[in-house]
């Protein structure tokens, strides 16, 4: 039996072999080769980079959260509570610790799960990690539309009012922007952002200090006005009023959190070892988050601010400190550059989840593919559409996504703790370790849940309920996919009954291989896994044409999508049972008296590459008919397009106009349900 062909130079995924615009290669970059061995390594990220790309947006949510929990201290009647914002700022730095150490708990067992998604999955089930999957990508999706639209009110804080009509366009701008910066690629993308990174972080530190510096006499005549307001206001109002009050707070001020289970998402981004560099990259996170949301809530209660229509609380800060114009710009933006650029992690994150997803047959299995550039670019502009859609809905008030924003996020968080509490339980059970991961676990999961209930009920009416509505049409959305595929799959395990016991003889058997000759008429088929689709391929094209072919070629791509692009290793595997499946189908052709070989090529895109690969074989084979199968319904509906690659028929039409006669054989699906 003859030997089928690596990659040759030819169909390899070389960035000079192929046929770019300069206008694609200029907007997206050039494409990537995926047989570099050094690929995995430079597109990965270490801990400063991957704490600037992944915990931008924890730390960026400093410019809204705090904001949004000290306004909820002060009522219309112009009264307020200001004296527990002391009481926010440590609730806000032990709920940052809690949830991010328990997020290392996470990622130190379950690395490559997918973060909330791949944990809710593995741990509680598939259809919580339905429900958690669901939530994360609405969650990303408004985790652009809010870091936008609170980076416009940023720079608009010193733009005079009558240009304020001008923040939706201007946002709208920004999200597609930033759909095109993703498409290049992650590093890429992130590397632009660590200057204004490192500038937020020198600017806040600065007004911190500065409010310190300014105020050192007042810290401990706060505290002991501070406790004397709360005693005033506990008696006329009752303890439980108050408490009423700080939890309202509290949970306005969500929106700080929503970041943190960002690094769980990304270990597959980053550089080896992966679990080692994700955990500092959470260390590094929680401790700036917490001390800039702890700090800033403590200097707006030290520097005496009152809420401003049209004035973010930083705004206010800054302006109070008055180190000078230039000090102002400078500070609000690195806020406005570093919010702007925290949407980046959900951009990061949302493609990410959906094609774990995708790869479970939760979503259309397009969205698990990979561009040139080695992004999920079907995710990157489906979540980019979703927040323009976002924007247009809520005019981009940063209130109504805020209170829209901390719903999902404490879903995922409360369902990967249960998950986390419930294995901790079993592995104590069965290696007898300590109670102390079954305590973090168990906290972090009654906080969150706690936060959770929290903010539906306070805020049901004033956008909550919108969040639930979007999240649930989604999930029911899912189900149906789901339930198609699996259909389908049915199918598919009767095709493999009926036809799958046709391996072959050994090749001891068979006396005589013929040899291929390249003036004869050959019949190419395109093939992918070896089984029933693919033997019924072979039949339908010997039975349609009989006595005309004497000898087939295989031709077959290896994928490389979001599911095994994770190392050389993987596309190692990817080549060998690229070679394993032609070896199959060599067999099984020569078991039928026919010549046979073939050859294979990796790639991110199969129509692309298959085309290249068909072009190639075309020339050793001048009297080539290409043949691809192509699964048929016996009722189509209109939105099996979306559900299935139209592969076939794309690789079709391209080789048509090459003038090469192709052949898309149907094999026909009979009282399929839907």
């Known amino acids: 039996m003859a030997t089928p062909k690596n990659e040759t130079p030819g169909s390899t995924e070389k960035p000079e072999t192929r046929n770019h615009s300069y206008f694609r290669s200029l907007l997206f970059g050039r494409p990537r080769d995926i047989n570099d061995p050094s690929l995995f390594h430079s597109i990965s990220l270490i801990p400063f980079l991957a704490w600037v790309g992944l915990g931008v947006d924890g730390l960026s949510s400093c410019a809204y959260?705090?904001?949004?929990?000290?306004?909820?201290?002060?009522?219309?009647?112009g009264t307020n509570h200001r004296e527990l914002a002391v009481l926010l700022a440590i609730a806000t730095t032990l709920t940052v610790a809690i949830i991010s150490w328990s997020y290392s708990g996470l990622i130190e067992h379950f690395p490559y799960s997918g973060g909330g998604y791949g944990v809710a999955t593995k741990l509680l089930g598939p259809y919580f990690g339905l429900i958690s999957g669901c939530a994360l990508?609405?969650?990303?999706?408004?985790?652009?539309t809010t870091s936008i639209a609170s980076s416009i009110d940023q720079v608009f804080n010193v733009v005079p009012p009558a240009y304020w009509e001008w923040k939706l366009p201007v946002e709208l701008l920004m999200t597609t922007g930033l759909v095109l910066l993703n498409l290049r690629g992650i590093k890429e993308s992130i590397t632009i952002i660590v200057p204004i990174f490192l500038l937020f972080v020198a600017t806040h530190l600065a007004v911190m200090v500065g409010v310190f510096v300014v105020h050192p006499g007042t810290i401990t005549g706060h505290l002991s006005e501070i406790h004397a307001q709360v005693h005033t206001d506990a008696q006329n109002l009752g303890w439980w009023v108050l408490l009423v009050i700080f939890m309202g707070a509290?949970?306005?001020?969500?929106?700080?959190?929503?970041?943190?289970?960002?690094?769980?998402?990304?270990?597959?981004?980053?550089?080896?070892?992966?679990?080692?560099?994700?955990?500092?990259t959470m260390l590094y996170m929680a401790i700036s988050l917490a001390v800039t949301a702890g700090g800033l809530l403590l200097c707006?209660?030290?520097?005496?601010?009152?809420?401003?229509?049209?004035?973010?609380?930083?705004?206010?800060?800054?302006?109070?400190?008055?180190?000078?114009?230039?000090?102002?710009?400078l500070t609000l933006g690195s806020e406005a550059g570093l919010l702007l650029f925290a949407a980046q992690t959900g951009y990061i994150g949302g493609p990410r989840v959906m094609a774990n997803m995708a790869l479970d047959g939760w979503v259309p299995r397009r969205f698990s593919s990979l561009s040139d550039r080695l992004t999920s670019h079907y995710g990157?502009?489906?979540?980019?559409?979703?927040?323009?859609?976002?924007?247009?809905?809520?005019?981009?008030?940063?209130?109504?996504?805020?209170?829209?924003?901390?719903?999902?996020?404490?879903?995922?968080?409360?369902?990967?703790?249960?998950?986390?509490?419930?294995?901790?339980?079993?592995?104590?059970?069965?290696?007898?370790?300590?109670?102390?991961?079954?305590?973090?676990?168990?906290?972090?999961?009654?906080?969150c849940f706690s936060i959770l209930v929290t903010v539906v009920?306070?805020?049901?009416?004033?956008?909550?309920?919108?969040?639930?509505?979007?999240?649930?049409?989604?999930?029911?959305?899912?189900?149906?996919?789901?339930?198609?595929?699996?259909?389908?799959?049915?199918?598919?395990?009767?095709?493999?009954?009926?036809?799958?016991?046709?391996?072959?003889?050994?090749?001891?058997?068979?006396?005589?291989?013929?040899?291929?000759?390249?003036?004869?008429?050959?019949?190419?088929?395109?093939?992918?896994?070896?089984?029933?689709?693919g033997i019924h391929t072979v039949l339908m094209v010997l039975k349609t044409f009989p006595g005309q072919f004497s000898q087939v070629y295989f031709a077959s791509v290896g994928v490389l999508d979001s599911g095994n692009f994770k190392g050389t290793e993987e596309v190692d595997r990817l080549r060998a049972d690229r070679k394993r499946v032609i070896d199959q189908y060599v067999l099984l052709a020569h078991t039928l008296g026919?010549?046979?070989?073939?050859?294979?090529?990796?790639?991110?895109?199969?129509?692309?590459?298959?085309?290249?690969?068909?072009?190639?074989?075309?020339?050793?084979?001048?009297?080539?008919?290409?043949?691809?199968?192509?699964?048929?319904?016996?009722t189509e509906k209109w939105y099996y397009p979306l559900l299935h690659n139209e592969t076939a028929f794309a690789i079709s039409r391209r080789l048509q106009l090459q003038g090469i006669p192709t052949v898309v054989?149907?094999?026909?699906?009979l009282k399929f349900g839907g």
């Open 665 to 669: 054989m149907p094999i026909r699906i």
């Open 457 to 533: 009920i306070l805020k049901f009416t004033q956008g909550a309920w919108v969040t639930l509505f979007v999240t649930g049409v989604l999930i029911f959305v899912c189900l149906m996919i789901h339930g198609h595929y699996g259909r389908v799959r049915a199918k598919l395990v009767e095709l493999n009954a009926q036809l799958g016991d046709m391996q072959t003889l050994a090749v001891s058997k068979i006396e005589v291989v013929p040899e291929l000759a390249p003036k004869k008429q050959t019949a190419v088929l395109l093939v992918n896994a070896y089984g029933g689709l």
């Open 250 to 280: 509290y949970s306005r001020g969500a929106g700080t959190y929503t970041g943190i289970e960002a690094v769980s998402n990304g270990v597959s981004a980053m550089r080896e070892p992966q679990v080692s560099n994700a955990k500092w």
């Open 65 to 77: 959260g705090p904001d949004e929990a000290f306004r909820a201290l002060f009522n219309p009647d």
């Open 594 to 634: 026919l010549a046979a070989d073939g050859e294979f090529t990796l790639g991110t895109d199969p129509v692309e590459e298959s085309t290249e690969l068909c072009l190639k074989i075309r020339e050793k084979f001048p009297r080539s008919v290409f043949f691809a199968g192509k699964l048929l319904f016996e």
């Open 137 to 144: 990508l609405v969650d990303y999706v408004l985790t652009i």
């Open 380 to 447: 990157v502009l489906m979540v980019g559409a979703a927040a323009i859609g976002s924007l247009l809905y809520t005019k981009g008030s940063v209130d109504v996504l805020v209170t829209m924003y901390a719903i999902n996020v404490f879903v995922t968080f409360s369902l990967s703790q249960l998950g986390m509490a419930r294995f901790s339980w079993i592995r104590r059970k069965r290696k007898k370790q300590g109670p102390m991961p079954i305590l973090l676990h168990g906290s972090s999961f009654v906080l």
């Open 300 to 329: 707006y209660l030290l520097a005496d601010l009152h809420p401003v229509d049209g004035m973010t609380m930083n705004g206010l800060l800054v302006e109070k400190l008055n180190f000078g114009t230039w000090f102002t710009w």
